[in-house]
């Protein structure tokens, strides 16, 4: 599926990775590879594996340059200027950007997919989901992927189908495009989100995958990978402000996450994912409690970015956090470059 996805992605120089979020612009750089450089094959050495979904191999961390929150500084700031300015300021001109959609920007829903060739797939199901979305169908823009042929009992195809506003895809197109960057991809923070869950797995052959629940201010997205195939996702609302002070309360963060794994358990028929990260707004490693790790039938950690990416010494793990997805969203290359070699 990485493939059919990102058939187009490649590694030339330094890249953008963005995030349209309401406070201003999530932005992550991805430092510049030599073309020519490529991930290594993952280690399946006993050691190697004893230490997998802890770490990414040191063999290949990819290095992240800059990771910053440009925060619009009154209401109706101009992005395009603002992201121009640092373009210009940072040297990326022409540099390659991947943007990725908010949670709150689109719909994600899943169903079964009509029985058509592949070509005629997006249109087909453009006619299904037009009563399940909140937008006229003829101004939403459509994409679809389809669930591993694992994921559904029955022996019925289902597929994800992204839903947005047209016009969300033509103002991120427009931003890109006058900032002086080029745009190769725009994501979903799920699809981005994969990135990182594909790099905890790597070199694990024993991993029944992974669990990324990332916090925001009111809510959170819990999303299940394995091997690289987005399985399950969903939001939750949840009093968690994102404040540096606030805890994540346990008892409802129990509730909402263990539903989700319950669902993937009993009505998807997969296994219990090998282990859960948390990461979002201010979240750090002493904000999962041990009433959080008792509470789960799954090991809970926190998502220690550090250990997937060579982060430059100025870059708070902080900032990290509240730029996941679209550091996520700046590693798709990377990631499709590991896949390749690893299926070669």
């Known amino acids: 599926m990485i493939r059919q996805l990102f058939a187009k992605a490649g590694i030339k120089k330094a890249r953008v990775g963005i995030e349209v979020q309401s406070q201003g612009l999530a932005i992550a750089v991805r430092a510049e590879l030599p073309q020519s450089a490529a991930p290594p094959e993952p280690d399946n050495s006993q050691e190697a594996q004893s230490t997998a979904g802890d770490s990414v191999s040191k063999a290949w961390r990819p290095s992240i340059s800059h990771s910053s929150l440009l925060l619009n500084e009154a209401a109706g700031a101009d992005q395009i200027s603002m992201l121009n300015d640092w373009v210009e300021s ?23 997919a ?63 495009r006058q900032s002086g960057l080029k745009l190769v991809a725009i994501d979903i923070v799920e699809l981005a989100l994969r990135n990182i869950a594909y790099m905890k797995e790597m070199g694990n ?36 402000g994102g404040g540096l002070l606030d805890d994540i309360p346990a008892d409802s963060f129990i509730l909402e996450v263990q539903r989700s794994l319950d669902y ?18 201010n979240i750090s490693e002493d904000k999962i409690t041990l009433d959080i790790s008792r509470g789960l039938n799954v090991p809970a950690k926190y998502l220690n970015l550090e250990e997937s990416v060579l982060a430059e010494a100025s870059i708070d793990e902080g900032m990290l ?20 070699s690893v299926e070669a």
């Open 90 to 112: 940072q040297g990326l001109v022409n540099s390659s950007c991947y943007m990725v959609l908010a949670n709150n920007d689109y719909q994600l829903l899943l169903v079964e």
């Open 321 to 340: 956090h509240v730029c996941v997805a679209a550091l996520g969203g700046v590693l798709r290359d990377d990631v499709v470059n590991n896949h390749r």
């Open 114 to 176: 009509p029985d058509v060739p592949e070509d005629e797939l997006r249109e087909a199901v453009r006619w299904r989901i037009k009563e399940l979305i909140s937008i006229p169908v003829d101004k939403a823009a459509i994409d679809v992927f389809m669930l591993p042929e694992d994921g559904s009992r029955g022996g019925k195809k289902m597929a994800y189908v992204v839903v947005t506003e047209l016009t969300k895809i033509h103002s991120m197109i427009e931003l890109v």
């Open 205 to 240: 052959t024993d991993s029944l995958g992974v669990a990324i629940v990332r916090l925001v201010s009111g809510g959170g997205t819990v999303s299940l990978y394995r091997k690289g195939n987005l399985y399950l996702s969903r939001q939750f609302q949840l009093s968690f």
């Open 264 to 281: 993937y358990e009993r009505q998807m028929g997969q296994s219990p994912p090998s282990v859960l990260y948390i990461c979002g707004e």
